[in-house]
């Protein structure tokens, strides 16, 4: 049972719609997460749903992405969260845009958000879903996950975010397996 959804980010209006911040546009499109009443702690935002009867967090570290794990860390050791109930969504170079996936522990492939929640939980043993961006095609990759999203695709992005919403809600109704079997990789911008 997922505990805790923490997403990815950095604070600040020059952040808003940039690749590097698609997680946090997911959880302001999510039709039971974006109405909430947010609540500032823990070097972050925060707030909670119900799933079948169930709390769920949901986290906004506002530490800017490398220190991520200085929100998490606090957030988790208040509410008794365990490493293996948080799912951490994030942006990812080496998916296209327009698929998700999800994974559970393994490498870090990079992501300084990633790495300092491993870092400040003691482990890499959380879940991931993981929302391509991919990679530019020539130029700095920070500058490609720093830029916003042209808005000649912003048809497309709301496509991927209400995909990436049912995508999420499956997860937290029918559990990881059933979701990593039914969505890795799925191309939500495929015609067919």
Request: hydrophobic share 40%; with cysteine; aromatic share 10%.
């Amino acid at each position: 049972m997922i505990k805790l959804i923490v997403a990815l980010g950095n604070p600040g209006a020059e952040y808003e719609l940039t690749r590097h911040n698609v997680a946090w546009l997911l959880v302001d499109t999510h039709p039971k997460i974006a109405e909430n009443n947010w609540k500032t702690k823990f070097k972050g935002e925060y707030t909670d749903f119900s799933v079948q009867g169930e709390k769920v967090y949901v986290l906004k570290p506002q530490t800017y992405m490398n220190l991520s794990g200085e929100s998490v860390q606090p957030l988790c050791q208040f509410f008794k969260i365990d490493p293996r109930e948080i799912l951490v969504v994030q942006d990812e170079l080496d998916l296209p845009f327009g698929q998700i996936h999800f994974k559970q522990g393994g490498g870090l492939a990079g992501h300084n958000g990633l790495k300092s929640i491993a870092k400040h939980l003691g482990t890499q043993d959380f879940m991931r879903m993981r929302i391509g961006i991919g990679r530019p095609p020539r130029g700095s990759v920070s500058n490609w996950v720093l830029s916003k999203f042209p808005a000649e695709l912003d048809t497309e992005l709301g496509i991927v975010m209400e995909k990436s919403n049912q995508a999420l809600d499956y997860l937290l109704e029918n559990g990881f397996k059933k979701a990593s079997n039914t969505y890795n990789k799925k191309d939500f911008l495929a015609l067919n």
